[in-house]
């Protein structure tokens, strides 16, 4: 992980990176070329470290959806039939591109988004790994298998599916665009990318660096906006073959009826309200360290947080005890000051429904335990302390709604039985994390929780080829190695007659 700069120094660079957005609104890139709303419609950019205007961004609608649909409609067969070989040079260059602008797109994201810059730090080197990572796997993209019969030779092999939909979220935008985009680029696929209304600013500093380096006009497109507007025009519209979504279940189920009409296939990385489960014969050091990170960095904003802890009965008044001494220690303030562990969340609205789990935890019956705040937090800023609710139980709102924030609820348990059903117990299944060093225990214990990942002894480590997803409400489909390949292609099989088997006879 790179090292982030001086508080001064990331100051600085805000404000010249900044600069270029505050002077002339944020554009759509449609065809290779900026441009703005057809309407001329444009939407305010606050800054959630003090509500300051950070510039205003084109607000687009169907008609500009169906611009850049068509740019990527026309871009298509060329980009598809181009050999796999150059779509990894050209992706390669897209990654040495991004690294070389990774400390602006670090300080644009941190300002945009509010994640301290200790994390979005490496945010442009994990979206270069991504390009690189898929931009390796383009020479097979159209791969396929042989699979003989007594009688025929079976081949298959997949093409690119078409023009896709990517609608990103605003809580790690830049890396997770690339997390779609890269490998749809790979398979030969060309993009509308949606990115979420309140992060606008990674994914121009994307496109054009994706331009720049090579990647030919209309193959990536960028249209700004609403999901109600912009979001629901691309899902709707006929040219788009498909859409990969990262946000929120309830945005998922509306995406879903929204393309029926029009078939798309889709693919959804929804919520998630995570357990955590430490036994009592785990490493609970290490434990307790993994627990602190998985909810507490990243402002809490993180699909795989580990918001439910789950810990046995005979340790849990002194692992919560451990844990809430902690609370203190996590420092709050400006995302750009590398001693800031919690920036502010994304947005007003945001941070008042994270807030209002606070007052209801303590209407349920719940314990609040709070770490200090920041007595000089601006004025407009959407600061929430870390939080521990303490002597809940699994049937509490505050533990089975997702709060996405720096909120963790505690939850004991009295053996694997009872930690597999409260587990399991909650309408997501994301991820899921176990700390034991009983080997069978461990096993046992992934084997039976209802998660599309489970970690042992282990915080998030993610391995690109692994698959990446969840169950019930928290998605459909997996990222990751071949399967994100899988999603942006079509497989045809082929079967060839030896010539050895009969023909029926209808006459004769």
């Known amino acids: 992980m790179r090292p982030p700069a001086s508080f001064a120094a990331n100051l600085a660079a805000s404000r010249l990176y900044l600069a270029r957005f505050a002077a ?7 065809g290779g070329v900026p441009a703005a709303s057809a309407s001329g419609s444009t939407f305010p950019n606050l800054s959630p470290i003090d509500a300051k205007h950070l510039g205003d961004v084109a607000a687009g609608d169907a008609a500009d959806i169906d611009a850049a649909a068509s740019a990527a409609r026309d871009s298509f067969e060329e980009w598809s039939a181009t050999p796999g070989s150059q779509r990894k040079r050209i992706l390669h260059a897209v990654a040495d591109a991004v690294e070389a602008r990774a400390d602006e797109i670090a300080v644009v994201e941190s300002t945009d988004t509010g994640q301290a810059i200790r994390f979005m730090s490496s945010a442009a080197l994990r979206g270069a790994e991504n390009f690189r990572y898929f931009a390796d796997q383009a020479p097979g993209a159209s791969d396929g298998l042989a699979l003989p019969s007594a009688h025929h030779l079976n081949y ?38 949606k990115p979420a209304e309140w992060s606008p600013l990674t994914a121009c500093l994307l496109a054009e660096t994706a331009l720049e380096a090579g990647l030919p006009s209309g193959v990536l497109n960028v249209v700004h906006g609403t999901g109600e507007t912009a979001g629901r025009a691309l899902t709707e519209h006929p040219d788009i073959a498909a859409i990969a979504f990262v946000g929120e279940s309830a945005t998922g189920s509306a995406i879903q009826a929204q393309s029926a009409a029009t078939l798309k296939r889709l693919h959804f990385e929804l919520g998630g309200k995570n357990p955590v489960i430490v036994f009592e014969d785990a490493d609970l050091d290490r434990a307790l360290d993994a627990v602190l990170f998985m909810i507490y960095s990243l402002n809490g904003e993180r699909c795989t947080s580990s918001s439910r802890l789950l810990v046995h009965r005979s340790i849990h008044d002194e692992f919560t005890r451990r844990l809430a001494a902690q609370l203190d220690s996590i420092r709050i303030g400006n995302p750009l000051d590398p001693a800031t562990v919690i920036g502010p969340l994304i947005h007003p609205r945001h941070c008042d429904q994270v807030r209002s789990y606070i007052e209801l935890a303590e209407t349920e019956g719940a314990t609040v335990m709070q770490g200090t705040g920041w007595d000089g ?10 939080t521990l609710f303490a002597g809940a139980t699994n049937d509490m709102r505050i533990a089975r709604e997702e709060i996405f924030g720096p909120v963790l609820t505690v939850i004991a348990f009295d053996d694997e039985a ?3 059903t409260l587990a399991n117990d909650t309408d997501y299944g994301l991820a899921a994390y176990v700390w034991t060093s009983d080997v069978g225990r461990a096993h046992r214990m992934a084997d039976a929780v209802d998660a599309g990942m489970v970690w042992v002894n282990s915080h998030n480590v993610r391995h690109l080829p692994t698959p990446f997803g969840g169950t019930k409400r928290s998605g459909i489909g997996r990222d990751g190695g071949d399967w994100s390949l899988d999603f942006y292609t079509e497989t045809k099989n082929v079967a060839v007659a030896y010539d050895t088997h009969d023909i029926p006879k209808l006459v004769g």
Do not use: E, Q
């Open 24 to 30: 002339a609104p944020t554009l759509h890139l449609i």
């Open 156 to 193: 298959t092999g997949r093409r690119a599916i078409g023009p896709v939909g990517v609608i990103t979220p605003w809580n790690t935008p830049f890396m997770l665009s690339t997390w779609k985009i890269a490998p749809a680029l790979a398979a030969g696929c060309t993009v509308v990318h």
């Open 377 to 386: 937090a601006p004025r407009g800023g959407n600061y929430v302390a870390p």
């Open 418 to 420: 009872d930690a597999v």
